[in-house]
C-alpha cells in the first residue's frame, strides 16, 4: 500500500489550495478515504471522509463549507479543495486509508502553509 | 464528539524498563455490532502515524510483541514490556466507534 500527498504549499488568508493523494497497492474504491492533519507541534485533527463510491462526504466544523473532500476511482486519487484558508489550517495534511473504525495506512502528509 | 482523554502526557522512561499508556473515553466505545473500535498509534519524530493496535488488543502485523492493548470499561491502556529505543516518540489512541473519529492528545515517549 502506498499514500503519497501533494499540492501543499504556502498561501496567503483567504487562498485556496488542491490537495491530491495518489493510492497504490490496494483496490481504492473498496476503500472510504480520510484527510487528517497535524498543526505544528501539535496532535491529530480528522477533516475529511469520502465513502469508496464518492457518494457520501462529512467534513470537521472547523472546516465545513470551505473544504470539499472528492476522489477519482478511475485515477485511484483522493483530493482535498481548500477554499477561504485561514492561518490555523497550516499543518501537514495527510491523506489515510480507512479500515472499519480505524486508519490502516498513512500518506507522509503535504504540508499547507498559511501566511501573508 | 466522543473525548479521548490520554495520561500522561509526556512520559520519561529508562530503556529497558516497562511503560504505560492510559487513555479514556468520554463514553462507551462499545459499537452496536459488539466490537470495541479502539486504537493506537505511534508517531516517530519526522514520520507519519503508524497503527500499532486495533480494537483495543490486536497488534499489527510486525508489531513486537513487547507492545500490548487492554480495556477495562472506558478505560484503555498501551503497555510496553521493555522499552527499546526505537519506540521513543508520540502515541496517540484513536476511537473508531462513534462519528467522527476522534483522537487522544497524544503521549511523548522520551528517555528519563
Known amino acids: 500500500v502506498q499514500l503519497v500527498e501533494s499540492g501543499g504549499g504556502v498561501v496567503q488568508p483567504g487562498g485556496s489550495l488542491r490537495l491530491s493523494c495518489a493510492a497504490s497497492?490496494?483496490?481504492?474504491?473498496?476503500?472510504?478515504m480520510h484527510w487528517v492533519r497535524q498543526a505544528p507541534g501539535k496532535g491529530l485533527e480528522w477533516v475529511s471522509l469520502i465513502s469508496g463510491d464518492g457518494g457520501t462526504t462529512y467534513n470537521a466544523d472547523s472546516v465545513k463549507g470551505r473544504f470539499t473532500i472528492s476522489r477519482d476511482n478511475s485515477k485511484n486519487t483522493l483530493y482535498l479543495q481548500m477554499n477561504s484558508l485561514r492561518t490555523e489550517d497550516t499543518a501537514l495534511y495527510y491523506c489515510a486509508q480507512d479500515q472499519s473504525g480505524s486508519y490502516l495506512s498513512w500518506g507522509q502528509g503535504t504540508l499547507v502553509t498559511v501566511s501573508s | 464528539d466522543v473525548v479521548m482523554t490520554q495520561s500522561p502526557l509526556s512520559l520519561p522512561v529508562t530503556l529497558g524498563q516497562p511503560a504505560s499508556i492510559s487513555c479514556k473515553s468520554s463514553?462507551?466505545?462499545?459499537?452496536?455490532?459488539?466490537?470495541?473500535?479502539l486504537n493506537w498509534f505511534q508517531q516517530r519524530p519526522g514520520q507519519s502515524p503508524r497503527r500499532l493496535i486495533y480494537k483495543v488488543s490486536n497488534r499489527d502485523s510486525g508489531v513486537p510483541d513487547r507492545f500490548s492493548g487492554s480495556a477495562s470499561g472506558t478505560d484503555f491502556t498501551l503497555k510496553i514490556s521493555r522499552v527499546e529505543a526505537e519506540d521513543l516518540g508520540v502515541y496517540y489512541c484513536m476511537q473508531g466507534t462513534h462519528w467522527p473519529y476522534t483522537f487522544g492528545q497524544g503521549t511523548k515517549l522520551e528517555i528519563k
Open positions: 497497492g490496494f483496490t481504492f474504491d473498496d476503500y472510504p
Open positions: 463514553q462507551s466505545l462499545v459499537h452496536s455490532d459488539g466490537k470495541t473500535y
